[in-house]
């Protein structure tokens, strides 16, 4: 395996590691400035428009994982949100469990089901794969519509507890709560960060550059593409769960295929295969939803003129700006 690893990857050499160096230097000087701006953000904005953003963006990390660094285009990443999000609804809700606990239900239901969807779609590529996913979403969605009784049907699950951390923290004060959901994201991040920068998320780079190369020196593509998924949807589960507390709400819209478009739209706007691109691609969705909404449907016209204009002019997303000042991947 190590013969294997080494010729599949380029050698190491004094000017690569220098450089991968000052790389891994300014990505944490990067996720600090991003904490420190967290730490003071609900002091100059509001809280739950912040906790929002966190929780797609780290929707659209878990999309950019499997897209940007896996190479797998998935048309129904939605399910893996919305079924997480009617999970922690109804947990917390019905079965009165306490919010970190209802959280991990969710999870695990998404972990669950990626597993299951992932090992029927990686047996197709390319768009076979996404029209594969985008099937078994909408049955997950045709299901939450037609089973009110679990789902509240188009009503949703409303007027979910907030409950108390560990049985301890009271999450009804929105502080309180922000501060466990940036908890959650920046865990989300780094996790993600240490898994992109793992030999399993080389290999998957390996994979998504040239699968044919990396079946030939002996790689078990498809067991690498399920890991993918699943750790995707995974996450992808965590902020649905943890968007289905702050709003206290779960509902067919997060599990509608629009959604799916949505996080694909964050995820190409901001950056793909970037590390920080979706989370300011996140950050101008949300904020073009929430500050442009009285200009109704035409908020929808205004994504898609942006949509464009980036795919136009800027090829590697917004991010691309900050690659032209710092020279590095970010």
């Given at each position: 395996m190590t013969t294997i690893t080494t010729t599949l990857l380029p050698m190491a050499n004094p000017s690569n590691r220098d450089t991968e160096r000052a790389v891994a230097r300014l990505h944490r000087r990067v996720i600090l400035g991003l904490v420190a701006f967290l730490a003071v953000a609900p002091f100059f904005l509001y809280p739950v428009f912040i906790m929002k953003?966190?929780?797609?963006?780290?929707?659209?990390?878990?999309?950019?994982?499997?897209?940007?660094?896996?190479?797998?285009?998935?048309?129904?990443?939605?399910?893996?949100f919305g079924i997480a999000s009617y999970t922690t609804a109804y947990a917390a809700k019905h079965w009165h469990f306490t919010p970190e606990c209802a959280i991990l239900a969710g999870t695990v239901v998404?972990?669950?089901?990626?597993?299951?969807?992932?090992?029927?779609?990686?047996?197709?590529?390319?768009?076979?794969?996404?029209?594969?996913?985008?099937?078994l979403a909408q049955m997950l969605y045709f299901f939450a519509l037609q089973a009110p009784e679990f789902t509240?049907?188009?009503?949703?699950?409303?007027?979910?507890?907030?409950?108390?951390?560990?049985?301890?923290?009271d999450l009804s004060s929105d502080m309180t709560l922000y501060v466990m959901t940036t908890v959650i994201f920046v865990g989300g991040l780094l996790l993600l960060y240490r898994v992109i920068h793992s030999p399993f998320g080389q290999v998957c780079k390996a994979i998504r550059d040239d699968e044919q190369r990396a079946t030939s020196l002996g790689y078990d593509i498809d067991r690498y593409k399920l890991l993918?998924?699943?750790?995707?949807?995974?996450?992808a589960g965590v902020a649905g769960s943890t968007k289905?507390?702050?709003?206290?709400?779960?509902?067919?819209?997060?599990?509608?295929?629009?959604?799916?478009?949505?996080?694909?739209?964050?995820?190409?706007?901001?950056?793909?295969?970037?590390?920080?691109?979706?989370?300011?691609?996140?950050?101008?969705?949300?904020?073009?939803?929430?500050?442009?909404?009285?200009?109704?449907?035409?908020?929808?016209?205004?994504?898609?003129?942006?949509?464009?204009?980036?795919?136009?002019?800027?090829?590697?997303?917004?991010?691309?700006?900050?690659?032209?000042?710092?020279?590095?991947?970010?």
């Amino acid at each position: 395996m190590t013969t294997i690893t080494t010729t599949l990857l380029p050698m190491a050499n004094p000017s690569n590691r220098d450089t991968e160096r000052a790389v891994a230097r300014l990505h944490r000087r990067v996720i600090l400035g991003l904490v420190a701006f967290l730490a003071v953000a609900p002091f100059f904005l509001y809280p739950v428009f912040i906790m929002k953003v966190l929780c797609f963006a780290l929707f659209a990390l878990a999309f950019n994982l499997l897209l940007g660094f896996g190479g797998l285009l998935s048309f129904g990443h939605a399910a893996f949100f919305g079924i997480a999000s009617y999970t922690t609804a109804y947990a917390a809700k019905h079965w009165h469990f306490t919010p970190e606990c209802a959280i991990l239900a969710g999870t695990v239901v998404a972990a669950v089901v990626g597993l299951i969807f992932g090992a029927i779609a990686i047996r197709r590529q390319g768009i076979y794969f996404a029209m594969i996913t985008l099937a078994l979403a909408q049955m997950l969605y045709f299901f939450a519509l037609q089973a009110p009784e679990f789902t509240g049907g188009e009503d949703g699950i409303q007027a979910v507890p907030r409950g108390a951390l560990f049985s301890l923290i009271d999450l009804s004060s929105d502080m309180t709560l922000y501060v466990m959901t940036t908890v959650i994201f920046v865990g989300g991040l780094l996790l993600l960060y240490r898994v992109i920068h793992s030999p399993f998320g080389q290999v998957c780079k390996a994979i998504r550059d040239d699968e044919q190369r990396a079946t030939s020196l002996g790689y078990d593509i498809d067991r690498y593409k399920l890991l993918i998924f699943v750790l995707s949807a995974t996450l992808a589960g965590v902020a649905g769960s943890t968007k289905a507390i702050v709003f206290q709400l779960a509902s067919l819209t997060d599990i509608h295929w629009s959604m799916s478009g949505e996080v694909i739209l964050m995820t190409l706007v901001g950056g793909l295969g970037s590390i920080f691109g979706p989370i300011l691609g996140a950050a101008v969705i949300v904020s073009m939803q929430s500050y442009l909404a009285p200009l109704g449907a035409w908020v929808t016209v205004a994504q898609g003129t942006i949509f464009v204009v980036c795919v136009l002019s800027f090829r590697q997303g917004l991010i691309g700006f900050a690659k032209n000042f710092t020279n590095r991947p970010l």
